[in-house]
């Protein structure tokens, strides 16, 4: 696609790079000619190739949309982008056309391993939930029977290993939620 279109405001940015941490190579003015080249997809994020008065960079597609006259132009090529996957072994929403998760689970694998892999993680995070709940509980039941309330107890050590109990517990169910979450989706788009 080479179109040019005209910036309506003074909001655009253009950048060196497909990363919103590279830095700018144009503040794109109100009014400033922009010829936009093709559209990719990196690392989850829609990107189209920019240049501005001999500046060439890159610009994030939706902001192209909102911010110039190109608006919802139908002759942009705009890649396939797939919906959000649940990753296996970690449980992170990661973008659908991303390969693998920041934990290192390639998502290209076969039906088999990602089955074992969900076996795998679901092993390890069932326990640390139960584990997290017996340290979240064994304050609260030595309180109840006296033992932290009497003089010179070191109540302190007794309220960390509460929260620490409480904080795995917590992490380990929400882990537990989303590991469940992505073999239902999984399932759902192999039929399963």
Request: net charge positive; glycine share 8%.
């Amino acid at each position: 696609m080479l179109e040019k279109v005209t910036a309506t405001d003074d909001a655009l940015r253009i950048y060196t790079e497909r990363d919103l941490s590279s830095a700018v190579a144009v503040q794109v003015r109100r009014g400033s000619e922009i010829q936009l080249g093709a559209a990719t997809v990196f690392e989850g994020k829609e990107w189209i190739e920019a240049t501005v008065e001999n500046n060439v960079g890159y610009i994030l597609a939706p902001n192209a949309r909102s911010h110039t006259t190109l608006g919802a132009l139908a002759e942009v090529d705009r890649p396939a982008i797939k919906h959000a996957v649940t990753c296996p072994r970690c449980g992170l929403l990661c973008p659908g056309n991303t390969r693998r998760c920041d934990c290192g689970y390639d998502f290209e694998t076969s039906p088999e391993r990602m089955r074992a892999e969900y076996t795998r993680s679901m092993r390890e995070a069932v326990p640390l939930a139960i584990g997290g709940m017996v340290l979240a509980m064994l304050p609260i039941i030595l309180i109840i029977i006296g033992f932290v309330t009497s003089p010179g107890s070191p109540r302190i050590f007794f309220y960390g290993l509460m929260i620490v109990g409480m904080g795995m517990a917590g992490r380990s169910i929400t882990r537990i939620r989303n590991l469940r979450a992505a073999r239902r989706e999984y399932e759902n788009a192999s039929g399963h």
